[in-house]
């Protein structure tokens, strides 16, 4: 039997916390699914070089991913060949956006050259080619070892 304060017609004094145990574990679990989900991105090689800068993470630009399996992503949105010409003119062009370029190491050069092409034809006329620092060189002494 539970404790209760006072007789008939006075307020019980005890507060059941039951119900609000119960609906934060029901939102930890949701957030728990939920957050891997929004911070995954996609996983492009890419090529590395010396000089590189930050890529802004304004909402002024937009990255155009390139994977080396060859499908294309505007974004964190798919889109094919065929259509990519008309959404770089609705997403990055009408919208006086940026567009940076971000391709797997692995993709063939043609193949880059012809989305630059593609992307010069909706009418972006700068282009932000995306990459890696290069990794610290082995010390020359090190390599001439006899």
Do not use: H, W
Not at 57 to 82: C, H, I, P, R, W
Not at 92 to 99: A, F
């Amino acid at each position: 039997m539970g404790m209760q304060v006072g007789g008939k017609g006075r307020f019980m004094a005890d507060v059941n916390v039951t119900p609000f145990v119960d609906v934060m574990l029901v939102l930890l679990i949701i957030f728990m699914v939920t957050a891997p989900m929004m911070t995954q991105g996609l996983e492009v090689d890419l090529p590395q070089t010396r000089a590189v800068s930050v890529l802004p993470k304004d909402n002024e630009s937009l990255v155009l991913t390139v994977k080396a399996d060859g499908t294309f992503f505007l974004d964190k949105y798919q889109v094919e060949m065929a259509d990519l010409e008309g959404q770089v003119r609705q997403l990055v062009t009408n919208q006086k956006k940026q567009l940076f370029l971000r391709a797997d190491q692995a993709v063939p050069y043609g193949t880059v050259v012809k989305i630059m092409g593609v992307v010069k034809m909706a009418g972006v006329d700068k282009l932000g080619v995306v990459a890696e620092e290069e990794k610290t060189a082995k010390p020359a002494a090190a390599s001439k070892k006899k």
